[in-house]
């Protein structure tokens, strides 16, 4: 357990992980963050709740990879939230991350299930100690497949289930989101979890800022050996997303998935919300990738719930122009942010709601770290000293494409909106128009006032 004299984590760059025995120092306090093994019932969401507003200042973030932050903690308070989270005896996931989706095993549209690929990886892992000399934000992604997409999640290495000739292989990949990662070859299920430790082991004897994204495919090759098979694949690009909305998962069963607003909520509302679940009847719950919670019971309760989350304000379907925003928790949460990132999404998500149609993530950032959307974005904003950044088709920190005055910001997004308004074409997607306009017209666009 922490001691109150333990250092604590600075809030200046990438790279670093808050965790429930590590908090982080941020702009509004401290930060932990704790992840699920498993499903939780209502009250013990609830119960987190409780001690959100107890030990912080009530706010709780769902990361992308589905973990849940709690917000405002002094160091004091950050050592009694560890022991009080600790008396709930919930599985918390603990040493190196090695995630599956949260629907596996239940999803009759997933090829395979990769909780025993994950589970032999996990207690392999925890006997050679590997999280203790891997560096700290190294991930695996074992995806099986089906609704939940694990694709956006960055992972160093990545197992996907892939069919071929009525059998389960798993593609490995490393590096990155699924869509830029190297795909290394194809492995046997039977292979699948010695081939990712050796490439871990690999890693952990480079040292603690060794990645994936290190590997080559001449080092996975000596790695990995005859284990990697000699078949070529086309790439797959999975049809998956986030899955909004009610569900079916396997035989009888039913699942609602719902998120709240740029993956920040009160955990009043929260508390209030899981409390209804669990007055429905809904019996367990799973916060998930994208910002998003998972509720599991009869399809009648699942029914009842999502009429209470959609008048509660939480994103219920596809077509909500927030689920298109990946937004950091910006000033004042984070000491590294020049700006309030969530009133400018909110803004955006009202005044650009057309435009932002799900083909491509609007990213902005209060700084230039980027931490919400590593990728690059079709349109990046980020806050510098000097004023509102824009990237087009870039990232957060890279060289921008122009830098707009602060107070310029929301009438740049309003410019914005009319751009799409005139040269939108029928069945023309967001994404298609902008790269049919191209940089110059967006960026004329944008900083339209400050010629």
Known sequence: MMAAADPVQPFGRRGLCPALSAPMRTGDGF?????????????????????????GNGLIDI????????????????????????????????GLAVETSPLAGRDDAEIADGRFLAEDIRKEAERLILHEKLAAKMS???????????????????????????????????????????SAGLVETDAAAGAVLSLLVHLAGKGPLARGRDLDRAAIKAVCGDRLLDRVIVHDATAASTPWGLMTTGKDGFALGIAPAFGQIRACDLSDLCERAGMLGITS?????????????????????????????????????????????????????????????????????????????????????????PAPSLLTLSGTADGLAFSISGRAGDV?????????????????????EKEHKPGETAATLFARLGKQAIGAALRQDDR
């Open 400 to 420: 921008p494409d122009g830098v707009l005055p602060f107070q310029h910001q929301r009438t740049a997004l309003s410019r914005l909106a009319r751009l799409y």
């Open 31 to 55: 930060l932990s963050r704790i992840a699920f093994e498993a499903d939780i019932a209502p009250r013990d969401m609830v119960a987190l709740c409780h001690l959100a507003e107890r030990h």
């Open 140 to 182: 695996v992604v074992i995806d099986g497949g089906g609704r939940v997409s694990m694709g956006d999640l960055l992972a160093d290495i990545r197992l996907k289930a892939v069919s071929l000739d009525d059998r389960t292989f798993w593609r490995l990949l490393v590096g990155g989101p699924e869509s830029r990662a190297l």
């Open 285 to 373: 719950l799973r916060p998930a990738p994208n910002h998003s919670l998972l509720f599991f019971g009869a399809s009648s309760a699942c029914e009842a719930l999502l009429d209470t989350a959609r008048a509660s304000g939480f994103i219920t379907t596809d077509g909500d122009a927030r689920s298109s925003i990946a937004v950091c928790p910006g000033a004042p949460g984070c000491a590294s942010a020049f700006l309030p990132t969530h009133e400018l999404a909110a803004f955006a998500s009202e005044q650009c709601a057309p435009l932002l149609d799900g083909s491509f993530t609007l990213h902005i950032s209060g700084c230039g770290k980027g931490c919400a959307h």
């Open 63 to 94: 990361t992308a990879r589905g973990s849940l932050q709690f917000r405002g903690l002094t160091l004091e308070s950050a050592c009694v939230l560890e022991k009080d989270v600790l008396a709930l005896d919930l599985r918390l996931r603990e």
